[in-house]
T-cell receptor, first 112, second 114 residues
Framework: GAGVSQSPRYKVAKRGQDVALRCDPI?????LFWYQQALGQGPEFLTY????????KSGLPSDRFFAERPEGSVSTLKIQRTQQEDSAVYLC??????????FGSGTRLTVV | AQSVAQPEDQVNVAEGNPLTVKCTYS??????LFWYVQYPNRGLQFLLK????DNLVKGSYGFEAEFNKSQTSFHLKKPSALVSDSALYFC????????????WGAGTKLIIKP
């Protein structure tokens, strides 16, 4: 597609519920990133894929967070047993190389 | 360690006046510098980047930025502000040598008053 697509746009989860956030990157983009953005702050790195390989997951805040990109295109960020502190906007970005990343519109997760 | 500083939480400018949003950075290698804009409930939109070459970079919507190596700065500028420029602006840097991660500033809220 023309841009990075994320779904759902909004997600309300009850505390303890599992959620899955989807990212469709730009076709052909090798690199894919997940970021977490709290209200009024800059994005914080979560994880990085190069094709299907997850090369860096150092930013994942706990073992409740898991990301995958099994075929090197679509990626899913899964959060198990959601907590209120997980409430944030989750941004996906893809990149072809050294150029700037193209971001999706994000998924706003609210844990109640 | 890599870092980005945006010293102003908010910048207020009258419509038609020039605007500047400041950014300074610290990286160990050659810096790759980026500016993004974020409108409410929207994702980050790429404005411009500096990788190499001319220190003055022109980007989208009439914005430009000047790379200053000696001052380690990459300030965003526009000659004549529009009310529609009101948004949140983020500066980001990565070490061009090897690191793929973008390090982000905290953002500057730009308010253009009619």
């Amino acid at each position: 597609g023309a841009g990075v697509s994320q779904s759902p746009r909004y997600k309300v989860a009850k505390r303890g519920q599992d959620v899955a956030l989807r990212c469709d990157p730009i076709s052909g983009h090798v690199s894919l990133f997940w970021y977490q953005q709290a209200l009024g702050q800059g994005p914080e790195f979560l994880t990085y894929f190069q094709n299907e390989a997850q090369l860096d997951k150092s930013g994942l805040p706990s073992d409740r967070f898991f990301a995958e990109r099994p075929e090197g295109s679509v990626s899913t960020l899964k959060i198990q047993r959601t907590q209120q502190e997980d409430s944030a906007v989750y941004l996906c970005a893809s990149s072809l190389g050294q150029d700037g990343y193209t971001f999706g519109s994000g998924t706003r997760l609210t844990v109640v | 360690a890599q870092s980005v500083a945006q010293p102003e939480d908010q910048v207020n400018v009258a419509e038609g006046n020039p605007l500047t949003v400041k950014c300074t950075y610290s990286v160990s290698g050659n810096p790759y510098l980026f500016w993004y804009v974020q409108y409410p409930n929207r994702g980050l939109q790429f404005l411009l980047k500096y990788i190499t070459g001319d220190n003055l970079v022109k980007g989208s919507y009439g914005f430009e930025a000047e790379f200053n190596k000696s001052q380690t700065s990459f300030h965003l500028k526009k000659p004549s502000a529009l009310v529609s420029d009101s948004a949140l602006y983020f500066c980001a840097v990565r070490d061009g040598g090897s690191n793929y991660q973008l390090i982000w500033g905290a953002g500057t809220k730009l308010i253009i008053k009619p």
